[in-house]
């Protein structure tokens, strides 16, 4: 069997040879099928122009089923769907607004300065103190533990041979 070209948009194969694949691709339902694709990938913004220009589907809000899918000419989305939309498009517009602090921002070497170099300074770090643990009573009574059941010391930890643990 030769080769067979698979197109993702449309999920279907075919024969793979050149006017095999230039008849599919110039097809409307490759190029109707191509532009629902690309549509899910639209910004808000341009999405909630479109629909607020539309009136809604009478079939698809009656039924929630419309035979023209996307590319019917009337609104899908509901009046919640659309606030959603508006208050998406809102945020997004609050957070693209040029804001600059009073004093400008910092600047960044100082921030490296403060989370990277700065740590390293000995008056910055700080001296660790090791909980002492305590032998239970009950272990007491056996002499010879495995040192995975030996109390742990600040010694034992760093000089640990994790090897002899059964």
Partial sequence: MGKRYYCDYCERSFKDDPESRKKHLSS???????????????????ILQEEQGKIPCK??????????GRSCKFSHYTPPMIWELQRIVAAKQMGTSQFIPEGGWPDTDEIVKEFFVDITKPETTKEITYPIWEVPSELLNYPNLP????PLKPESITDSNFAQWS
Avoid at 60 to 66: E, F, R, V
Avoid at 147 to 150: A, C, G, K, Q, V
């Fill in 147 to 150: 040192p995975s059941l030996w």
């Fill in 28 to 46: 409307f339902q490759h190029a109707k099928n191509r532009a629902d694709h690309y549509s899910f990938y639209k910004d808000p913004e341009i």
């Fill in 59 to 68: 079939k698809y809000m009656s039924s929630g089923d419309c035979a023209f």
